[in-house]
T-cell receptor
Framework: NAGVTQTPKFQVLKTGQSMTLQCAQDMNHNSMYWYRQDPGMGLRLIYYSASEGTTDKGEVPNGYNVSRLNKREFSLRLESAAPSQTSVYFC???????????????FGSGTRLTVV | TQLLEQSPQFLSIQEGENLTVYCNSSSVFSSLQWYRQEPGEGPVLLVTVVTGGEVKKLKRLTFQFGDARKDSSLHITAAQPGDTGLYLCAAGIGGANNLFFGTGTRLTVIP
């Protein structure tokens, strides 16, 4: 099925470990995003890539890095995991970004990360 | 501080009842979208509204965009258990290259 694929679905890390969350979309979308979702906080933007070759910080970028590998793939890396990074992570894509945005986001099904 | 405030946070109703949930901001939206999220899944887009005063209908769901483009409402008629989920509003604000999301309204429809 067409859409956004995230791997892994679940992960448990020890404090200080590193890992990369993978995201791929097959809709030829230009823009891709990483959000985290925490109870009572809603979805908060970590990083986004408006187009291939560009990345920008969102609301909560500290402790994360991203790579837009090609038009399809956008990965999120935790270099040294902390318990505060326990969350559900969502990747999304859209056809375009910019002012007057009116293109919907397509989301993946999420990665549930626990840092102990 | 949340750019988008949604109310109520939680809503539990009986099957067949009507309900309205709200999304408000002090900022003007360039566009506004509503999503529904089910447990263990990502949000799924329901509708996009871009013009002040716009009303869109999707079967039993009616979406309204405020005249000043600072607020929106979602009205569900004759709610069904399949409507259960987290309803999120999201807005493009100013020249931002991304959407801002509200914290959501968690709806439970009891059979």
């Amino acid at each position: 099925n067409a859409g956004v694929t995230q791997t892994p679905k679940f992960q448990v890390l020890k404090t200080g470990q590193s890992m990369t969350l993978q995201c791929a979309q097959d809709m030829n979308h230009n823009s891709m995003y990483w959000y985290r979702q925490d109870p009572g906080m809603g979805l908060r933007l970590i990083y986004y890539s408006a187009s291939e070759g560009t990345t920008d910080k969102g609301e909560v970028p500290n402790g994360y890095n991203v790579s837009r590998l090609n038009k399809r793939e956008f990965s999120l890396r935790l270099e040294s995991a902390a318990p505060s990074q326990t969350s559900v992570y969502f990747c999304a894509s859209s056809n375009r970004a910019g002012a007057g945005l009116n293109y919907g986001y397509t989301f993946g099904s999420g990665t549930r990360l626990t840092v102990v | 501080t949340q750019l988008l405030e949604q109310s109520p946070q939680f809503l539990s109703i009986q099957e067949g009842e009507n309900l309205t949930v709200y999304c408000n901001s002090s900022s003007v939206f360039s566009s506004l979208q509503w999503y529904r999220q089910e447990p263990g899944e990502g949000p799924v887009l329901l509708v996009t509204v871009v013009t002040g005063g716009e009303v869109k209908k999707l079967k039993r769901l009616t979406f309204q965009f405020g005249d000043a483009r600072k607020d929106s409402s979602l009205h569900i008629t004759a709610a069904q258990p399949g409507d259960t989920g987290l309803y999120l509003c999201a807005a493009g604000i100013g020249g931002a290259n991304n959407l801002f999301f509200g914290t959501g309204t968690r709806l439970t429809v009891i059979p």
